[in-house]
């Protein structure tokens, strides 16, 4: 895959911007579920939900969405389907494997008008959100571990701003949090870059039971502000 004219880092911001009109902004990440049933009630808790979440569902993320980007990077996106599937396996919840489907859709959608490039047409219907992530990675000049922090990112302030409309809490403290955990996700991209060449089988699988029974839980309540 060509490298494109953007600046590098102005091409991540980009890629990372929570006002980029890719659906985002309906999730909370599973916050809501969980200060529903009151296991975020102070900013300490909310602090441990954001590090359980990018350490789980956002290795996984960041896994997927730099071995896409490096395969795109190679112009090869043969195993596309088998990173599709192996993704499907680590979401046991039909409900987050539905809505990660959706926001790929809407991720392409955007990255398709914002900047196109005809790979994000062979990625099938309904792309994981991080298989595509990791494609329009590529497809801005940007690399494995740039794909990587971009989603994490994406998944942790999405979920932190959530809690301005969930919880009683100053934005700033919010903030402090994203702060703290920023060596946290660059570690955690690193590590996902180091393994984006392996096989999609060896890709990490840390499991979050609760999140996926809250998610099944959340669908089913009749009022609620996010998607998921």
Avoid: W
């Avoid at 409900?95 to 790929?104: A, I, N, P």
């Avoid at 595509?132 to 494995?144: E, H, I, S």
Wanted: include cysteine; proline fraction near 7%.
């Amino acid at each position: 895959m060509a490298r494109t004219g953007l600046g590098r880092q102005a091409a991540l911001l980009v890629l990372a911007d929570g006002r980029l009109p890719a659906g985002g902004y309906a999730h909370s990440g599973g916050l809501e579920p969980a200060v529903a049933a009151r296991r975020v009630t102070d900013m300490a808790e909310l602090e441990a939900f954001l590090v359980g979440r990018a350490e789980t569902a956002g290795v996984i993320a960041a896994a997927f969405a730099a071995a896409a980007c490096a395969r795109a990077l190679r112009d090869d996106l043969s195993q596309m389907p088998e990173l599709e599937a192996e993704l499907d396996a680590r979401i046991p919840s039909p409900e987050l494997r539905k809505v990660s489907r959706d926001l790929g859709r809407q991720l392409r959608r955007a990255m398709s008008s914002i900047h196109p490039h005809p790979h994000f047409a062979d990625l099938g219907p309904a792309p994981h959100q991080p298989i595509v992530m990791g494609v329009a990675a590529a497809a801005l000049g940007l690399d494995a571990q740039d794909a990587a922090l971009a989603i994490l990112h994406e998944n942790n302030s999405g979920a932190a701003a959530a809690a301005a409309k969930l919880m009683p809490v100053d934005p700033f403290d919010v903030h402090a949090i994203l702060a703290r955990m920023a060596e946290r996700l660059d570690r955690l991209a690193g590590r996902a870059a180091a393994l984006a060449g392996g096989p999609p089988a060896d890709l990490p699988s840390p499991g979050a039971p609760l999140a996926d029974i809250a998610a099944e839980h959340h669908r089913r309540r009749d009022v609620r502000l996010f998607a998921s």
